[in-house]
């Protein structure tokens, strides 16, 4: 492999995206974080991925969210982004957060999913292998398992912790009670919660509720994934559903019964809203899901370097009056 010629801006955190506390650690995390779950599997663009991974990082996106079945094939995504690091990055680990998880399906047999200590330290010690890492800054636990105890689950997390193999732990997509008992579980076990990962955006607000409370009031951050609802909180399906798009496919998360005439009436609406704030729907859906102070990043998936910096350009214009806010309300109901 040829020597690597990259070279980080000098400027990418005095012209950052900017960065909060990961709730009331000292952690502190980019506004906006770059999600390498679609996009950087075998199948996908080698050298686009490459760019993007480059241009975030020149513009202080220091956080890369991982698991260890992103990409296609399972795993890939994580094998790709290894071979980046060790071959452009070498140099700047220290100035990055990278983050795995385990829950989903990932291998064949009753230990490649769920939540036992078993799967989940298996997990880490291959994710740890396909990226060449020593340790992950947080690992996550992807999702509950009610066929296994919370306790086993959640003293693996803090085994990992202990082990030296990941610095900070987090949970992901945990029913709400559940999660108040995972808080106070790690807590006892001497490695509280770093962070909570959950689907946020204009039209799933459901977390407000119960969610971001119970995260505020544990001291625990909150990063959110599918800002833009799977594609919905942009212009992609303004006129119809587009061949090529993720609702076009039966396979897809998003589906063609999703787009119904009222959604897209309001999408539209919700377009016009954008237009007069001189953003893309897209932006504006991005910088909403951060007018919350208690929501610290957005995870945000991109295809092309084009996209990432549009979604970069978001946080041009990130306030928004409350007749903004109200009338953006109205519209995710």
Same mark, same amino acid.
């Given at each position: ?58 513009? /202080? ?92 689950? @959640?003293?693996?997390?803090?085994? @990992? ?57 544990? /001291? ?31 396979? /897809? ?47 945000? /998936? ?32």
């Amino acid at each position: 492999m040829a020597k690597s010629t990259y070279s980080p801006a000098v400027n990418r955190y005095s012209d950052s995206v900017g960065y909060q506390n990961c709730g009331k650690s000292g952690l502190k995390l980019p506004r906006i974080s770059l999600g390498l779950w679609h996009n950087f599997g075998d199948v996908d663009n080698a050298d686009e991925a490459l760019k993007m991974i480059q241009l975030a990082f020149d513009h /202080g996106i220091t956080h890369f969210d991982l698991a260890n079945n992103y990409g296609t094939p399972f795993g890939s995504a994580e094998a790709n982004f290894g071979k980046i690091l060790k071959a452009h990055f070498a140099g700047y680990r220290d100035e990055m957060i990278i983050s795995s998880k385990a829950g989903h399906i990932m291998w064949d047999g009753p230990y490649g999913d769920g939540g036992s200590r078993k799967y989940l330290m298996a997990s880490l010690e291959q994710s740890l292998k396909r990226m060449q890492l020593d340790y992950v800054d947080i690992f996550y636990s992807h999702r509950y398992d009610p066929n296994t105890p919370l306790e086993e689950t @959640m003293r693996a997390l803090s085994d @990992m912790v202990k082990q030296g193999k990941a610095l900070y732990i987090g949970i992901s997509k945990y029913p709400t009670e559940v999660a108040r008992e995972a808080y106070r579980i790690l807590r006892e076990n001497g490695t509280p919660c770093l962070i909570n990962q959950d689907r946020y955006n204009i039209f799933t607000r459901d977390i407000e509720k119960n969610v971001l409370p119970s995260a505020e009031e544990n /001291g625990v951050g909150f990063i959110a994934f599918s800002p833009l609802a799977q594609g919905m909180l942009s212009d992609k399906y303004l006129n119809g559903i587009p061949e090529n798009s993720r609702a076009a496919h039966s396979y /897809g998360f998003l589906q063609k019964s999703q787009l119904t005439p009222d959604k897209i009436e309001k999408i539209s609406q919700l377009n016009e809203i954008a237009k007069v704030r001189k953003q893309t729907l897209a932006q504006m859906a991005l910088a909403w899901c951060l007018h919350k102070p208690e929501v610290n990043s957005v995870i945000i /998936g991109t295809s092309s370097v084009k996209q990432l910096q549009d979604n970069i350009n978001a946080l041009k214009n990130s306030t928004f009056t409350n007749d903004e806010l109200w009338r953006i309300g109205e519209l995710g109901q």
